[in-house]
């Protein structure tokens, strides 16, 4: 259950960096998934998912996902503006 909570943390925070990064339209679409993970793991720790409710794991997954997604897209960004910041490199003759 630690790892889930590490997960939510670090997806939740997701959005806020792609909204920075001029990605808003990916930020936005987060939103609602991360939403939906919160309301599953709220609802698991309190009262547990019957198995009647097994959708709602599907909504925390495609989170996972979607969050992997963003967090690669933001990782790809920085690495971009890492390398157009970069000074060049004077080769002494």
């Given at each position: 259950m630690?790892?889930?909570l590490i997960f939510l943390?670090?997806?939740s925070f997701t959005p806020i960096l792609l909204w920075g990064d001029?990605?808003?339209k990916t930020a936005i679409g987060q939103i609602p998934f991360v939403l939906g993970a919160w309301f599953v793991f709220y609802k698991y720790v309190t009262v547990g998912i019957a198995a009647g409710e097994m959708?709602?794991?599907g909504i925390f997954i495609?989170?996972?996902i979607?969050?992997?997604i963003?967090?690669?897209i933001i990782l790809l960004e920085m690495r971009k503006s890492m390398k157009l910041h970069r000074p060049m490199i004077?080769?002494?003759s």
């Open positions: 630690d790892i889930l943390l670090i997806f001029n990605w808003k959708y709602l794991w495609a989170n996972l979607y969050g992997h963003a967090f690669t004077q080769q002494n």
